[in-house]
């Protein structure tokens, strides 16, 4: 049936009562929580396996083609495995876990688990990461150390380059001129309906740093975390220009952490199997069926190769 959605199978994946159903749902939840960078895209249920995807930049006419991406599981093993695997109980200094405890842990450390995998996996037999779908042939062949030219299953083609603004794996100092050249690029590609989406997505340390910068050029920022509803946003988010800013920890570090500008409207993520809990005599398991999807990859881009300024600016406060 073509319309279920995906809160149909949250409901039909966690009936029950059992402490693995609810550990389950648990997940769930921290994978939508502010604190989580799945929290940011919509996530939809896997209907089909072809998706449409544009195969042209502005300001050409639009051109679709369709693809099949394969669908991969989630591991934390870094293998080809497809769950993550826990003991059936552990102690703290000989003194037993509780049963609830212990669930409440693994739960936290699968979650984290899928972050770190959506910023840094490399592996074709995981579920994409941001840097595998947000690169491009220029990053490619002047980055060491950058990603496949491979991209579900398909040989990348210019259409398939988001914007990325690199300096061939030098490091170069933070500045807001970096970050408007990544803006403008991006800009350019953008649909106008694509306006309200857009976000950026940074580590902590660049997000710091950022803000304190901003404190220099009060016209480019909005910066009151103390106005932020905390259930609705990360303690540190601002607005550069109109523009989010989320900090997250696993971002990949060149110097400073990577900065990318998504436009949510063309990334999603997209499952077949939400995270599920299963018991055995000799371990307990979870298991997660998704993929990130990226219908259209211009109108994204990528900011890396940073490192802090020589010389700080002087912040008053």
């Known amino acids: 049936m073509t319309d279920r959605t995906i809160e149909d199978l949250v409901r039909e994946t966690y009936t029950g009562d059992s402490l693995e159903t609810k550990t389950g749902h648990e997940i769930w939840d921290l994978l939508n929580r502010p604190d989580h960078v799945f929290s940011r895209f919509d996530k939809v249920l896997w209907i089909r396996d072809a998706f449409r995807v544009v195969t042209t930049a502005a300001p050409d006419p639009v051109r679709t083609a369709t693809y099949k991406p394969t669908l991969k599981a989630a591991t ?15 102690d703290v200094e000989g003194e037993p876990v509780t049963p609830e405890d212990h669930y409440k842990f693994i739960a936290a ?9 959506f910023f840094t996996n490399t592996s074709l037999a995981q579920p994409l990461s941001i840097e595998q779908v947000l690169t491009a042939e220029t990053e490619i062949n002047n980055c060491p150390g950058s990603f496949s030219k491979e991209l579900y299953h398909l040989k990348r083609a210019p259409w398939m380059d988001a914007y990325v603004n690199h300096n061939s794996g030098k490091q170069r100092e933070f500045s807001l001129t970096l970050v408007d050249e990544l803006s403008m690029a991006v800009k350019e590609q953008r649909l106008l309906s694509d306006r309200d989406t857009v976000i950026f997505i940074t580590g902590h340390d660049t997000a ?16 009151h975390p103390q106005e932020l509803d905390p259930t609705e946003n990360p303690a540190h988010m ?8 989320f900090p997250y920890v696993d ?35 979870i298991s997660a069926h998704y993929e990130i999807i990226c219908p259209r990859f211009v109108g994204h881009g990528k900011l890396r190769d940073l490192c802090a300024p020589a010389t700080p600016l002087l912040v008053t406060h």
Request: positive net charge; hydrophobic residues 40%; glycine residues 4%.
């Open 208 to 223: 710091e740093m950022w803000a304190n910068i901003g404190h220099e050029f009060d016209m480019y920022f909005e910066y």
């Open 238 to 245: 601002f607005l550069y220009k109109g523009v989010p800013v």
């Open 76 to 90: 934390s093993t870094r293998s080809k495995g497809v769950v993550r695997e826990y003991p059936l109980e552990y």
């Open 251 to 285: 971002v990949i570090k060149d110097g400073l952490s990577r900065i990318y500008l998504i436009s949510c409207a063309h990334f999603f993520i997209k499952f077949s199997q939400l995270p599920i809990v299963q018991r055995f005599p000799d371990k307990i398991s």
């Open 109 to 117: 450390d699968f979650a984290r688990e899928l972050q770190k995998i």
